[in-house]
């Protein structure tokens, strides 16, 4: 498992805890397994509850962290994924397709990073192709046809930037996306499960909720990429990720989310059943309410969210 550094400490006494429970002197290691458990406890509450910036995007991109897959697999019954923009090819790094969360039919469409080596070349690291984009809107008018809520998941560092990208209208592709997404008359509900990256995030966020993950991010660039703008140093991302406001907390007091869902004090790569039924429960809890708003309300809602966001001097 990715060991990220302010959790070093953390991990040694983990370590020592698993070779005492595989000792067989039982009798005298049971009061240092009893000591060292305690110790455990208290060294995840401090290690966890106040993370900077920084150490939240190092979280939010954890590789055990759960993702859409996981989402898919742990909460969501009779998942049917669908294929292709009709256009050109079937982009892995975002998948798609119609299934049940807690009785409700739902079209869900979310990002996918990979968990290894393997899966992120697989899924191109969550980072989407315009076909991606036109995949996903696709879908979400197929949703509308059929009055589907339509449930988006995010965790992007952000759209493909490759020459073949460009070629076939990557910016285009996402505009549409969020033109589109703004007049759907259908309830959207997003969630931001790890990093959500600029405009390859924001194309599935254009919703009547967005909710985010304690320790996710959702910004307009990536830490790194801020620092090489602003001081030609990609060096520096730890002093950007403190400017750019992209923590849960900040995009709460900036009325840009709904809502915060909580992980567990250990962090969602370390308890990812429990953070996934946090995210389940605050689905369920926002559709309920959405469910009862017509069309109509639902398409004003939305739009009145996005002209309320942020604050103005």
Same mark, same amino acid.
């Given at each position: 498992?990715?060991t ?7 991990v ?8 005492l ?10 009061s240092?397994i ?8 208290k ?8 993370l900077d910036?920084?150490?939240?995007t ?6 055990k ?8 697999k742990t ?8 294929h ?9 790094a ?11 039919k ?9 968990s290894?080596t393997?899966?992120?070349l697989?899924?191109n ?5 315009p +076909?991606?984009?036109?995949k996903?809107?696709?879908l979400?008018? #197929?949703a509308?046809?059929?009055?589907? /809520?339509?449930?988006? @998941?995010?965790?992007?560092?952000g759209?493909?930037?490759g020459?073949?990208?460009e ?11 969020l ?8 309830p959207?509900?997003?969630?931001v499960?790890?990093?959500?990256g ?15 993950l304690?320790?996710a ?11 090489s703008i ?10 950007a990720?403190?400017?750019?406001k ?9 009325n840009?989310i709904?809502?915060?869902?909580d ?11 429990l953070t996934l +039924?946090?995210v389940?429960a ?5 559709y #309920? ?5 017509? /069309?109509?309300?639902? @398409?004003?809602?939305?739009q009145?969210?996005f002209?309320?966001i942020?604050?103005?001097?």
């Open positions: 498992m990715a990220l550094y302010f959790e070093r400490e953390l040694e006494l983990k370590d020592k805890l698993a070779k429970l595989d000792s067989s002197d039982t009798t005298t290691t049971k240092l009893t000591k060292l458990k305690k110790e455990i406890v060294k995840e509450k401090s290690t966890y509850q106040n910036a920084w150490q939240t190092l979280v939010a991109r954890h590789p962290r759960p993702g859409t897959t996981d989402f898919i909460c969501i019954s009779d998942f049917i994924e669908l292709g923009d009709r256009h050109y090819r079937n982009d892995k975002i998948t798609a397709g119609l299934g049940t969360l807690d009785g409700h739902f079209m869900i469409l979310g990002h996918v990073k990979g290894n393997t899966d992120n697989k899924h690291f969550g980072m989407a192709n +076909e991606g984009y036109r996903s809107l696709r979400m008018q #197929l509308q046809k059929f009055n589907l /809520p339509i449930l988006t @998941l995010i965790d992007t560092p759209a493909y930037p020459i073949g990208a070629d076939r209208q990557q910016a285009e592709s996402i505009a549409v996306c033109r589109e997404m703004g007049i759907l008359k259908v959207i509900i997003s969630v499960l790890g990093e959500g600029s405009g390859g995030a924001l194309a599935l966020a254009v919703a009547n909720r967005l909710l985010m304690s320790n991010v959702f910004g307009v660039i990536s830490p790194e990429g801020c620092a602003l001081w030609d140093n990609p060096a520096k991302a730890k002093q990720s403190g400017m750019l992209q923590t849960a907390r900040d995009l709460k007091d900036l840009i709904e809502e915060i869902i992980e567990p004090f250990s962090c969602a790569h370390n308890n990812p059943l +039924e946090n389940k605050a689905i369920i809890r926002h #309920l309410v959405l469910s009862k708003l017509s /069309p109509t309300q639902l @398409l004003a809602q939305r009145k969210k002209r309320l942020g604050r103005y001097k």
